[in-house]
Structure formats: structure tokens, C-alpha cells
């Protein structure tokens, strides 16, 4: 049973264009979203995050569109550059308790 | 930045018998975690750690699997005896803040039963 799900499942884009990752979810009770990046031969680490109270949260190049009545987000990717390739993970986690599930990922390719 | 160790990255055992991953996280973290991943396909959640207790623990966290911190030494997963669909990556995390504090991942143990 996938709770957390993500598409695509690969995507390639070219250098300065943006990139868009999608997740979408079934518990109503998420109420925590946070992104991770995992590079090459490296651990995943956390990228950005966003509550529901907000449907948008900025990071620089990096932003999460959030549609609670849909239970979808993404993850845009503006002006992408080579060092973004990487596999991105969607989490999520429920009010008042402690576990975090993980999407499949999205495998990200930025073309130079 | 911060690490979290994982010890073995990789071990090979017959069915039947036992293993223990080692969890070495991040010295001032409160909050830790294993997840399993079959190859190719996703990480997944078996079970949080806190305060010296299992919080949530999932479907696939069986009776032989058990968890402990002995004396804030490493986190440690046992599974007792192992079987065939226990082979995976086994990755620990380890989190200052919980839920909504970032979780440092190690690097995985490999784990091969045969």
C-alpha cells in the first residue's frame, strides 16, 4: 500500500529550464511534507519542507506548491542546474505521531 | 556536516540465523529510526525510537525484529532468525527534532540471506 506516491519516476530536463516533481497521498492526517535529495553513493538528506498551513513554501530555486484539497504538492526546480541531478524523495508524516513514509522517488537528470 | 554510522555496510548470512545492525547517530539526536529497501524500490518505514522506546513500528516489522539502545551506545537492529525476504538495505536515521527536525541518514547495511 503506497501512501506517499511520486511521478514521474525519471525525469530529464535541460540546464535552466525548470524541472517538476509531483507527489500526491491518501492520509488526511499528513501534516508535515518534507523533501529530501539523495546524490550518488551519498545518504539522502532533507531539501525543503512544508506544513499545510501554507500551499507554498520558497527556497531559493527551490519551491513546494501545496494543494491540501487535492493532496498533491510538487516540487519545482527553476533555472536547473547540473549539480540538482540527483533522486528526490517526497515524505510525509502525521499529526501527532512520529513516523515519516517515504515515496519511490523521482530520479532527476539535468542536462548541460 | 553531521554523520550517521552504519556497521556492517555489508553481511552475508544463512537463513536461520541471527544479525545485528549497528547504528551509530548523531551524538545530541533523541530520535531514531530504521527503514528497509529492497532493491529498486522504496524505502520503507519499520520502526521509530525514542526515550528508550519503540514509538510506531510498521507491518513489516516482524516478531523476530527487536530494537534497543543499550546505555546510548549504537542503535541496534536484531532479527532473529532471519529468513529469504529479510535480504534488503537496511538504512538507520537519527533526528534532533522528530518528525520535523531533519533526519541524518547512514550510508545502509546490505544484508544478504541465503
Known amino acids: 500500500q503506497q501512501q506517499v506516491r511520486q511521478s514521474p519516476q525519471s525525469l530529464t530536463v535541460w540546464e535552466g529550464e525548470t524541472a517538476i516533481l509531483n507527489c500526491s497521498y491518501e492520509?488526511?492526517?499528513?501534516?508535515?511534507f518534507p523533501w529530501y535529495w539523495q546524490f550518488p553513493r551519498e545518504s539522502p538528506a532533507l531539501l525543503i519542507a512544508i506544513r499545510p498551513v501554507s500551499n507554498k513554501k520558497e527556497d531559493g530555486r527551490f519551491t513546494i506548491f501545496f494543494n491540501k484539497r487535492e493532496k498533491k504538492l510538487s516540487l519545482h526546480i527553476t533555472d536547473s542546474q547540473p549539480g540538482d541531478s540527483a533522486t528526490y524523495f517526497c515524505?510525509?508524516?502525521?499529526?501527532?505521531?512520529?513516523?515519516?513514509?517515504f515515496g519511490a522517488g523521482t530520479k532527476l537528470t539535468i542536462k548541460p | 556536516g553531521p554523520k550517521v554510522l552504519q556497521i556492517p555496510s555489508h553481511q552475508i548470512i544463512d537463513m536461520g540465523q541471527m544479525v545485528t545492525l549497528n547504528c551509530d547517530p548523531v551524538s545530541n539526536h533523541l530520535y531514531f529510526y530504521w527503514y528497509k529497501q529492497i532493491l529498486g524500490q522504496q524505502m520503507e518505514f519499520l520502526v521509530n525510537?525514542?526515550?528508550?522506546?519503540?514509538?510506531?513500528k510498521s507491518k513489516l516489522f516482524k516478531d523476530q525484529f527487536s530494537v534497543e539502545r543499550p546505555d546510548g551506545s549504537y542503535f541496534t537492529l536484531k532479527i532473529q532468525p532471519t529468513a529469504l525476504e529479510d535480504s534488503a538495505v537496511y538504512f538507520c536515521a537519527s533526528s534532533l527534532g522528530g518528525r520535523t527536525g531533519q533526519l541524518y541518514f547512514g550510508e545502509g547495511s546490505k544484508l544478504t540471506v541465503l
Open positions: 525510537f525514542y526515550n528508550g522506546k519503540v514509538m510506531e
Open positions: 515524505a510525509a508524516s502525521p499529526y501527532g505521531n512520529e513516523k515519516i513514509t
Open positions: 492520509d488526511s492526517t499528513f501534516d508535515y
